[in-house]
């Protein structure tokens, strides 16, 4: 496909597989991008990056702490399952050992915040179809 024909796919649909596709075009022809791919890029980009969030709504750095606070209370939990702890003692026994152990970062909360990051990551990975145990 032609960069034309990318554009008038975009200008057509509004869809960003066009933009995508254009990208990847110009980077195996190894030519810069076109101005409008340029723009079109930006014009998609840009609200998403200055969006305020609304209230009780995470920013998008904001998103990324808690994603890697879940993961790290996700990891925690499963390791202390593995040992043979129950599921509810695992929570409290998560947060225990994260209000004491200052030096691995303390993604804070008690037993409720550990639990809630824990269904988060495993509703994830089971729509992504990811094990939910390792």
Not at 57 to 68: G, M, R
């Given at each position: ?17 066009g933009l ?67 599921a509810r ?13 200052p030096e ?31």
């Amino acid at each position: 496909m032609t960069m034309e024909r990318y554009r008038s796919f975009y200008e057509r649909y509004k869809h960003p597989d066009g933009l995508r596709e254009a990208l990847w075009q110009c980077q195996e022809d190894k030519v810069p991008p076109p101005d409008w791919l340029v723009e079109a890029i930006e014009s998609m980009i840009m609200p998403l990056a200055m969006r305020r969030p609304g209230r009780g709504q995470l920013s998008p750095n904001e998103l990324v702490w808690q994603d890697a606070y879940d993961k790290v209370r996700w990891y925690k939990v499963m390791m202390l399952r593995k040992q043979g702890v129950s599921a509810r003692e695992s929570f409290q026994a998560a947060a225990d050992y994260f209000a004491r152990a200052p030096e691995h970062g303390n993604p804070g909360g008690g037993a409720d915040a550990i639990e809630r990051s824990y269904r988060r990551i495993r509703r994830r990975r089971k729509q992504a179809g990811l094990p939910l145990k390792f």
